[in-house]
Antibody, heavy 119, light 107 residues
């Protein structure tokens, strides 16, 4: 089955760190670019970060630049998001999503993992 | 950043109705416009990409149109499973941005 499964979410204090993972299966992970997208409780969708298939190109939203790092391990079919210096406003469900490069749309999404930043 | 504005924010409608909602970009994005459906507690699902291309497996009652700055998503005959929130997203340039969503509710 073609799927993405996120893990690693949880409760963390402001200023803390967390590492999210996304496990891919059912497709050739190494040939696809990937994204992280988040959704704060009751709010809309916000793109967070992008990584190309070979990790040569990464992009970040201004809201997380310098604090979050996207990476991947194609041998393990896994995508990661290292989140440092977490703030209350980072509280959200984090989704990993596969990117189709023709028009840069997100055609496969995981179920998401909840990150709560609170003291 | 490119701002995406959807209208209306919510829509009360009935099964069988033809529904159209719009998405406007703050600058031209050619056809780099995608539509997603999200149900409560679920991940978004891709419906339309490149403004008018139907994603595989999506029912043909969904259609998209537009280019430049103005886009529409139409559901020709609303079905019970279509009550959800719909988001547009521009993929013309990073940061890729989403509209605030249109929630389709029972009348």
């Amino acid at each position: 089955e073609v799927q993405l499964v996120e893990s690693g979410g949880g409760l963390v204090q402001p200023g803390g760190s967390l590492r999210l993972s996304c496990a891919a299966s059912g497709f050739t992970f190494s040939t696809y670019s990937m994204n992280w997208v988040r959704q704060a409780p009751g709010k809309g969708l916000e793109w967070v970060s992008y990584i190309s298939s070979s990790s040569t190109t990464m992009y970040y939203a201004d809201s997380v630049k310098g604090r979050f790092t996207i990476s991947r391990d194609n041998a393990k079919n896994s995508l990661y998001l290292q989140m440092n210096s977490l703030r209350d406003e980072d509280t959200a469900v984090y989704y990993c999503a596969r990117v189709r490069k023709a028009y840069w749309y997100f055609d496969l999404w995981g179920r998401g993992t909840l990150v709560t930043v609170s003291s | 950043d490119i701002q995406m504005t959807q209208s209306p924010s919510s829509l009360s409608t009935s099964v069988g109705d033809r529904v159209t909602f719009t998405c406007r970009a703050s600058q031209s994005i050619s056809s780099y416009l995608n539509w997603y459906q999200q149900k409560p507690g679920k991940a978004p699902k891709l419906l339309i990409y490149a403004a008018s291309s139907l994603q595989s497996g999506v029912p043909s009652r969904f259609s998209g149109s537009g280019s430049g700055t103005d886009f529409t998503l139409t559901i020709s005959s609303l079905q019970p499973e279509d009550f959800a929130t719909y988001y547009c997203q521009q993929s013309y340039t990073t940061p890729w941005t989403f509209g605030q969503g249109t929630k389709v509710e029972f009348k």
